[in-house]
């Protein structure tokens, strides 16, 4: 009797779009090694239009998030009942919490989570912790097994990574403003090499899955120290 196939449910939200490319590759990575992907992007009500235009605009959406407001999103297109071996939840770091999709995500569908393992990918500027912690703690709220997380910073050192993002949010191009700042902010945004450890993980991922690996390795299934 043939074996089921191992199948991994990918839930992600992006907004400028880093973490469609971090998804693509992580499940890149899954389907070479025969894995069934199935995924589902998070799509708001409202269009939250990527670069907002304006400073003001900017700072405002910062504000608003740092209170993890909600943002509606568009019903699901899946059942809580599919099965899967396991899911991965992805999406960018807004003021230190969850984007506003994934909260409205986590609100709105619980028992998507129950009993699952949940695997966190996270982009950001690289202020992820309080982010995970929020994640973490609704994840077990929901009976859930919280694993990772695998976090994927935009490489260029502080402050220019924030002042390069908070610009590129804003409608500014950065990365082809000054000699000074291009120097220190040459591009929004990961790393081809970032991409490539996306892909490998998916790899790494797929052979844990197929093993069997218990709960426990797989919540310490990670990319951090």
Not at 1 to 15: D, G, K, N, Q
Request: overall charge positive; glycine content about 6%; charged content about 20%.
């Amino acid at each position: 009797m043939p074996f089921a196939p191992v199948r991994v449910l990918i839930v992600f939200y992006s907004y400028s779009g880093q973490s469609s490319v971090l998804i693509r590759r992580l499940a890149a990575g899954l389907l070479d090694e025969g894995v069934e992907v199935r995924q589902e992007r998070l799509q708001p009500q409202q269009t939250l239009r990527f670069p907002l235009g304006s400073i003001s605009k900017t700072l405002w959406l910062m504000f608003i998030t740092l209170f993890r407001t909600r943002f509606a999103i568009q019903p699901l297109t899946l059942a809580d009942d599919e099965s899967y071996d396991m899911m991965v939840l992805a999406g960018p770091t807004w003021s230190w919490n969850p984007s506003g999709p994934v909260l409205a995500l986590l609100d709105q569908y619980p028992g998507l989570f129950r009993q699952r393992s949940v695997l966190a990918v996270i982009s950001c500027r690289g202020y992820w912790r309080s982010h995970w912690r929020y994640l973490r703690k609704r994840l077990l709220g929901m009976a859930a097994n919280p694993c990772g997380p695998l976090v994927f910073s935009h490489p260029q050192r502080e402050p220019w990574r924030t002042f390069g993002v908070f610009l590129k949010v804003a409608g500014m191009a950065p990365e082809r403003s000054s000699s000074l700042f291009s120097r220190f902010y040459p591009r929004f945004g990961h790393t081809r090499q970032q991409c490539d450890e996306a892909y490998a993980l998916g790899r790494q991922l797929a052979a844990r899955l197929k093993t069997g690996s218990t709960q426990e390795q797989l919540r310490s299934f990670k990319n951090l120290p």
